[in-house]
């Protein structure tokens, strides 16, 4: 996966769906340019969800960003989510079977776009840990890099990048498991967390510490990481679980950014 960001250019702040009809539209900023009112976005994922068997548990919205048209400033262009999914009653076949046997995760998928042209719509997909809520955006990103021009089906795009999105959750699991079996020794974790922090600087150093005593430090109260102590799930959360709390489009965007690093370490790229 490569490691796209979700994050905006400036502090985003959370907002309910409600929320999303007050905000208002900048126009066009060309003549190949339409702007997708927020509110109409999350309504054509929504859809989408349903239309694949699935409904919404939970929602995360977050807006922020900026952009000056003819003397005018348009506020919270950028839209940042993150939705969590169960499977409807009426779901049948394969793709809806139980992400998770064990029950310990469930499917959520993380997305953003800008009304305003600072990037195109993005969709990615992962699990979000129960016994912790820690979110793990360890799928494929997939997105449409066209910035909200004329002539596009916005509900035909969404629906086509949901549905491959849902369609990788077999991937999902598969994944996770490979997490959850691959054994990291105290010094290979120890060097893995110093290409992270230090080496290759994916994530601030200030989390380094937190991330450090949360894995090596038994605590009874993190019972994610110590059942997989010693093995890559056990890392994976203490790092997921430092990541959490944060801003959510920062959260995504961290989250996000460690799967390729695990990815290669267990040897699933």
């Not at 509110?39 to 969800?49: F, K, M, P, R």
């Not at 290979?188 to 991330?211: G, S, T």
Request: with cysteine; proline share 4%.
């Amino acid at each position: 996966m490569s490691q796209s960001t979700l994050m905006a250019h400036v502090d985003a702040h959370v907002v309910t769906r409600e929320n999303l009809a007050d905000i208002v539209t900048p126009p066009a900023m060309g003549s190949r340019h339409a702007p997708i009112p927020h509110g109409d976005l999350l309504s054509c994922l929504s859809d989408a969800v349903g239309d694949h068997g699935f409904r919404i548990t939970r929602e995360q919205l977050a807006v922020g960003g900026s952009v000056m048209i003819e003397n005018e400033q348009y506020t919270d262009t950028n839209i940042f989510g993150a939705l969590d999914l169960a499977r409807a009653d009426t779901a049948i076949g394969p793709m809806h079977q139980p992400f998770d046997p064990d029950g310990e995760m469930g499917i959520s998928i993380g997305f953003r776009s800008s009304n305003a042209q600072r990037f195109g719509l993005r969709v990615v997909g992962g699990q979000r840990v129960f016994v912790c809520d820690n979110m793990a955006l360890t799928g494929n990103p997939y997105g449409y890099n066209r910035k909200h021009t004329t002539g596009l089906d916005i509900r035909e795009i969404v629906a086509d990048i949901l549905g491959s999105v849902l369609a990788d959750t077999r991937r999902h699991r598969e994944l996770i498991d490979a997490f959850r079996t691959f054994r990291v020794s105290e010094n290979a974790a120890r060097d893995f967390l110093y290409m992270l922090f230090v080496d290759k600087r994916i994530l601030p150093i200030n989390l380094m510490r937190k991330v450090h005593n949360t894995y090596f430090e038994r605590h009874d109260e993190y019972p994610e990481i110590d059942a997989y102590h010693g093995r890559a799930w056990g890392l994976h959360n203490a790092l997921t679980r430092a990541i959490r709390g944060k801003p959510l489009h920062t959260e995504m965007r961290l989250s996000e950014s460690i799967a390729t690093p695990f990815r290669v370490l267990v040897g699933a790229n």
